[in-house]
């Protein structure tokens, strides 16, 4: 289970820090119906990364993914391989496309539109980001795809999965407990985050994807030598 959680965490974690699911459920939390549309666009992040983690584990479990003695399957080095190359493409991708020192990356067009959001657009919302995504379904995938390639068994790898998706979830729950719990001075710690990661996106994503990228390089070479 150890080697299940381990692997996992790089991905789960790029996915907790990406910037656009926390500025967009702390735009939600400032609209009139921000309670509401702030817990619809979390459960529905949770619920979708859930959904699919749990596939894509389960479709790795059954491909043999492991070996019978629990190292990784061959083909697993060759998926942990593509997924390395394209980490690193949407690496520089994010770099060469970063807007210039001092301004701001345009935002997306449905922001504009957020405060006149319902609770199932804001779920609708949040699926679509959480796995429709380019960026985070390649970290489910790699994420999952090294849940299913550990040596754990049908436990270790259904905990593993349960803390991956707790993990990936933080960056739409901890603004969420912030606000349900700060009351009136959590408006100004998520206006401080949101300014933060609306400067920094092109910086965090560009230094995780290509970590992350090295890291699936480096395993997929272990798995395959």
Same mark, same amino acid.
């Given at each position: 289970m150890g080697d299940a959680i381990g692997q996992m965490l790089p991905s789960a974690v790029g996915i907790a820090i990406s910037p656009l699911p926390l500025i967009a459920v702390i735009l939600m939390l400032a609209t009139p119906e921000g309670r509401t549309n702030g817990i619809a666009f979390a459960a529905g992040w949770t619920f979708a990364l859930a959904a699919a983690t749990a596939l894509l584990v389960l479709l790795g479990s059954g491909a043999d993914a492991a070996g019978d003695d629990g190292t990784p399957a061959a083909w697993t080095g060759w998926v942990k391989l593509a997924l390395g190359v394209l980490f690193v493409l949407l690496a520089v991708k994010q770099f060469t496309g970063r807007p210039r020192e001092g301004r701001v990356a345009a935002p997306p067009g449905w922001m504009a539109a957020i405060d006149r959001f319902t609770p199932v657009k804001?779920? *609708?919302?949040? %699926?679509?980001? %959480?796995?429709?995504?380019?960026?985070? +379904?390649?970290?489910?995938?790699?994420?999952? @795809? %090294?849940?299913?390639?550990?040596?754990? *068994?049908?436990?270790?790898?259904?905990?593993?999965?349960?803390?991956?998706?707790?993990?990936?979830? +933080?960056?739409?729950? @901890?603004?969420?407990?912030?606000?349900? @719990? *700060?009351?009136?001075?959590?408006?100004?710690? +998520?206006?401080?985050w949101k300014a933060w990661m609306s400067v920094h996106n092109a910086a965090v994503m560009t230094t995780v994807l290509g970590i992350l990228g090295a890291k699936y390089v480096g395993d997929a070479l272990t798995t395959l030598a």
């Amino acid at each position: 289970m150890g080697d299940a959680i381990g692997q996992m965490l790089p991905s789960a974690v790029g996915i907790a820090i990406s910037p656009l699911p926390l500025i967009a459920v702390i735009l939600m939390l400032a609209t009139p119906e921000g309670r509401t549309n702030g817990i619809a666009f979390a459960a529905g992040w949770t619920f979708a990364l859930a959904a699919a983690t749990a596939l894509l584990v389960l479709l790795g479990s059954g491909a043999d993914a492991a070996g019978d003695d629990g190292t990784p399957a061959a083909w697993t080095g060759w998926v942990k391989l593509a997924l390395g190359v394209l980490f690193v493409l949407l690496a520089v991708k994010q770099f060469t496309g970063r807007p210039r020192e001092g301004r701001v990356a345009a935002p997306p067009g449905w922001m504009a539109a957020i405060d006149r959001f319902t609770p199932v657009k804001s779920v *609708g919302l949040a %699926a679509a980001l %959480a796995v429709a995504n380019p960026k985070n +379904l390649v970290l489910v995938v790699g994420g999952a @795809l %090294a849940i299913a390639g550990s040596g754990a *068994g049908t436990g270790g790898r259904t905990v593993a999965a349960v803390l991956m998706v707790v993990v990936a979830s +933080l960056c739409t729950t @901890l603004p969420l407990a912030v606000y349900l @719990l *700060g009351g009136e001075r959590s408006a100004g710690t +998520l206006d401080g985050w949101k300014a933060w990661m609306s400067v920094h996106n092109a910086a965090v994503m560009t230094t995780v994807l290509g970590i992350l990228g090295a890291k699936y390089v480096g395993d997929a070479l272990t798995t395959l030598a």
